[in-house]
C-alpha cells in the first residue's frame, strides 16, 4: 500500500497527538475530525468536502473554542482489530486499493462505492475514529460524555462481509464489538436515525442480546434503499438476538423519490411514546448513534420533513437515557451533502 504523501502527513502531526499522550478532560464533548478525510473520492452525494464543511461551520461559530470541546487524538485502526469484525476477505479487499496510482478509482463493490488509493487510510481513520471516542466516552470519570467523530467514509451498510451504500467498514458496529469485548459492557444500544435502514449493522449483532440495534427509516415496502425485507418491522434478532432488534419501517409513499410527509411530529411521536421507553427498559451503558441527517427537511434523498432542531431535542432525551454517547455521522449535516 503506498504511503501518505508528506504534506498530508503534516496535516495529521500538526492536527493530533498519539491518543495515549492526550490527557483526559472534563469537557463534555469530544469532536475528531481528520483532514486527510477528503482524500478518498466522492461517492455519489457522499462528497469529499462533507466533513470539512461540518467542521468549518463549527469553527465559523466558535465552536470548537468552547470550554465545552475537545478536539481529540485517534490512529488508524489496526488491521488485525478490523478482522473483528468484518471477514479476512474484505479487510484484504478494501486495503487493495491502495494499490491504485494516482487519480486511479476502482469500484470494486458496484456502483454505490467509489475506491481511490487513500480510501483504505480514510476508512482505517474513520473506524479509528468511533473506537477512540468509544474508548473515551467510556473511560470518562466525567458525565454527561458525548462523542462526536466527523469522519467519512461512513460505516452503516458494510456487512460483516462486503461494502455497500458509500460504506467500507462499520464504523458503529466496531466501536460497539469493543466496547463488549474491552470494557465488559452488557448493554449496548445502537441507534441508527438514518432515513436509510443501517441493513449492515443490523446483520453483525443480529444474533447477540448485547447490542440492542434500533433503525428509524424509511422503507416504503421495499422501494426505498437498501430494498431489503430485513428492513421491515418483523425481523427482531435471532437466537440469543431474539428481541434485541427493532426496525421502525416509515411505509407512507408508492414511489422512492416521492415526497414523505413524515416529519417532526410523527418522529417526536414515536420516540415519546414507544421508542424512549424501550431504551430505558434495556438501560444501556452506552449508547452509539449512527447519525445521519438525511431525514432533515430539505434533503433531496431523504425527502422527509424533520426539523433540524429535533435532532437537538432528540439528543437532550438520549442523554437523559444515558449520558454516555458516541455519535457517528453516516450522512448530511447542516442541511445535506451539499451544504
Known amino acids: 500500500m503506498e504511503e501518505i504523501s508528506e504534506e498530508n502527513t503534516k496535516i495529521q502531526d500538526s492536527e493530533h497527538k498519539d491518543p495515549d499522550q492526550c490527557e483526559e478532560t472534563e469537557k463534555q464533548l469530544c469532536i475528531y475530525y481528520d483532514e486527510r478525510a477528503k482524500l478518498h473520492p466522492d461517492n455519489h452525494e457522499e462528497i469529499q468536502l462533507r466533513s470539512q464543511f461540518i467542521w468549518d461551520a463549527l469553527a465559523e461559530n466558535k465552536l470548537l473554542k468552547s470550554d465545552r470541546v475537545h478536539l481529540s487524538c485517534f490512529n488508524q485502526i489496526e488491521v488485525e482489530d478490523l478482522t473483528q469484525v468484518h471477514t479476512t476477505s474484505l479487510v484484504q479487499k478494501i ?49 454527561p460524555k458525548a462523542a462526536f467523530s466527523l469522519m467519512r467514509p461512513p460505516g452503516h451498510h458494510a456487512t460483516e462481509g462486503h461494502a455497500d451504500g458509500y460504506c467500507f467498514f462499520n464504523n458503529a458496529a466496531i466501536a460497539a464489538h469493543f466496547a463488549i469485548k474491552s470494557y465488559n459492557l452488557k448493554r449496548v444500544l445502537i441507534l441508527d436515525w438514518d432515513v436509510h435502514h443501517g441493513d449492515g449493522t443490523q446483520e453483525i449483532f443480529y444474533e447477540s442480546s448485547k447490542v440492542f440495534f434500533m433503525s428509524v427509516h424509511r422503507w416504503e415496502n421495499g422501494k426505498y434503499f437498501p430494498y431489503k425485507d430485513c428492513s421491515n418491522y418483523t425481523y427482531l434478532g435471532s437466537k440469543q438476538g431474539e428481541g434485541f ?81 458516541v455519535m457517528v455521522i453516516r450522512r448530511r449535516l447542516l442541511n445535506g451533502y451539499f451544504s
Open 95 to 143: 486495503l487493495s486499493a491502495g494499490e491504485l496510482k494516482d487519480g486511479e478509482t476502482s469500484k470494486m463493490f458496484g456502483e454505490e462505492n467509489t475506491e481511490n488509493k487513500h480510501t483504505p487510510e480514510c476508512a482505517r481513520l474513520a473506524a479509528g475514529s468511533s473506537l477512540q471516542a468509544m474508548k473515551d466516552v467510556v473511560t470518562s470519570p466525567f458525565t
Open 245 to 325: 432488534n427493532l426496525n421502525v419501517p416509515w411505509n407512507t409513499t408508492e414511489e422512492e423519490d416521492d415526497l414523505s410527509e413524515i416529519g417532526t411530529k410523527e418522529y417526536q411521536f414515536l420516540f415519546e411514546n414507544l421508542l424512549f421507553g424501550i431504551m430505558a427498559e434495556f438501560d444501556p451503558e452506552l449508547i452509539i448513534v449512527s447519525a445521519g441527517f438525511d431525514s432533515a427537511k430539505g434533503d433531496p434523498l431523504g425527502l422527509q420533513q424533520v426539523d433540524h432542531e429535533f435532532y437537538s431535542w432528540l439528543c437532550v432525551n438520549l442523554q437523559k437515557i444515558c449520558p454516555k454517547i
